[in-house]
């Protein structure tokens, strides 16, 4: 199955809630008020979210007040140009300016974070580049032995302490481990931290001063990784985080027919933070960048 088929699967779920749903509710309809305002409810239903939804209901309806949207078929093609436009490619994560690039990935438990990094560290490594890995969740031993794993796998080189040491001391390490080697990456892997514990924030607030105190310029990435399956929970783990230390991009993980990818739009709408990733399944190759206008083909088709 090729990348497109894969998030085209991915997003089935969504397409369910979200498109399906609305040319149901398009059918033989005239466009007015009620049905702009269903059409709203649907879009909340689908995890785009009351304010994303409200934003793209209301921009159709000046449309329709123009008389740019005479019909049923007329809205369902303005809705797909609304959510296009709602959202803006992520670019992925592009390495430049100073060595080591560093990236700080954080997220709570069981969204894949380890994984993704494993990915991202296969990724660079296959480009040239080479890579360090800060086994930062010191919180679980199984967390330094996964990304033991991961390292080997991607050809990357890994600084780690002995479980229940500072996660703050193991990043320093690596970026000082970075500029000895001449690395040109370190992606930093934190505990799974539950974004209601103020003390984990607390230490995540530390693991940053420690590498800006380092480095002026790093972290260059903070990379929140979320579960596309946990839906508008995705928005409150987000604002927990931006008010700790701020978020520059999201890795949106698990886009499998479960997912509720109506919440990438939220995302965007609601916080203005790019989604830059995505991954659609298990293999090394299924983590890839965001693209908006790919997104909504396969959302549509």
Do not use: C, Y
């Not at 839906?231 to 949106?252: C, P, R, T």
């Amino acid at each position: 199955m090729g990348l497109f088929e894969r998030l085209k699967e991915g997003l089935s779920k969504t397409k369910k809630l979200l498109i399906e749903n609305a040319e149901a509710l398009f059918l033989g309809r005239t466009v007015d008020e009620n049905l702009l305002e269903e059409l709203e409810d649907v879009l909340v239903m689908a995890d785009v979210g009351p304010k994303a939804a409200g934003s793209i209901v209301g921009a159709l309806r000046e449309k329709v007040k123009k008389g740019k949207i005479p019909d049923s078929v007329s809205l369902k093609k303005a809705l797909k140009e609304e959510i296009k436009s709602a959202l803006q490619d992520g670019n992925g994560i592009k390495i430049t300016g100073e060595k080591p690039f560093v990236i700080l990935a954080i997220g709570v438990n069981g969204v894949g974070k380890t994984t993704t990094i494993g990915k991202l560290a296969k990724r660079f490594t296959d480009e040239g580049l080479k890579v360090i890995l800060a086994a930062g969740d010191t919180f679980r031993a199984a967390a330094i032995e996964q990304l033991e794993i991961w390292a080997q796998r991607a050809h990357a080189q890994i600084v780690k302490h002995k479980s229940g040491a500072d996660p703050a001391a193991v990043a320093f390490d690596a970026i000082a481990s970075a500029r000895a080697k001449n690395a040109d990456v370190v992606i930093i892997d934190t505990a799974g931290r539950l974004h209601t514990k103020i003390n984990l924030m607390d230490e995540l607030k530390k693991i940053k001063r420690v590498i800006n105190k380092e480095m002026p310029s790093a972290p260059q990435e903070v990379l929140l990784v979320v579960d596309a399956t946990s839906g508008q929970n995705v928005i409150h783990q987000a604002k927990m985080f931006v008010d700790a230390i701020g978020i520059s991009g999201i890795a949106l993980t698990k886009l499998d027919g479960t997912a509720k990818g109506g919440i990438i739009i939220a995302i965007r709408k609601e916080l203005g933070i790019p989604v830059k990733l995505i991954g659609v399944g298990e293999g090394v190759e299924d983590l890839r960048d965001f693209d908006a206008g790919e997104f909504v083909e396969a959302l549509f088709e």
